[in-house]
Nanobody
Framework: QMQLVESGGGLVQPGGSLRLSCAAS????????MGWYRQAPGKQRDLVAR???????NYADSVKGRFTISRDNAKNTVYLQMNSLKPEDTAVYYC?????????????WGQGTQVTVSS
């Protein structure tokens, strides 16, 4: 069906930056939105940022002003530019894609990429 491949995670010092990429392939018809979620140990998976195919965005309050989500529709790729990183940003970041058919939603997930913010 749909495959999502993330890249760009790693270890960074507080205040540093990382850029995550997620490329979608396969059955990408009727793609509605793509986004990033993150899950820290012992915590639930929470939305970080989301963008629709037409460009509408949504951010978690904790990352507003620091993270920017963008997309290249021609490449079916979504990016997450993360600036001013904090230790509390440490988590596994998962790419998410949503296809819609009528009232049905279909969610797809990448394998996750580790982001560690530490001095």
């Amino acid at each position: 069906q749909m495959q999502l491949v993330e890249s760009g995670g790693g270890l960074v010092q507080p205040g540093g930056s990382l850029r995550l990429s997620c490329a979608a392939s396969g059955s990408i018809f009727r793609l509605y939105a793509m986004g990033w979620y993150r899950q820290a140990p012992g915590k639930q998976r929470d939305l970080v940022a989301r963008i629709t195919t037409r460009g509408s965005t949504n951010y978690a309050d904790s990352v507003k002003g620091r993270f920017t989500i963008s997309r290249d529709n021609a490449k079916n790729t979504v990016y997450l530019q993360m600036n001013s990183l904090k230790p509390e940003d440490t988590a596994v970041y998962y790419c998410n894609a949503v296809r819609m058919r009528g009232t049905e939603e279909y969610d797809y997930w990448g394998q996750g990429t580790q982001v560690t913010v530490s001095s």
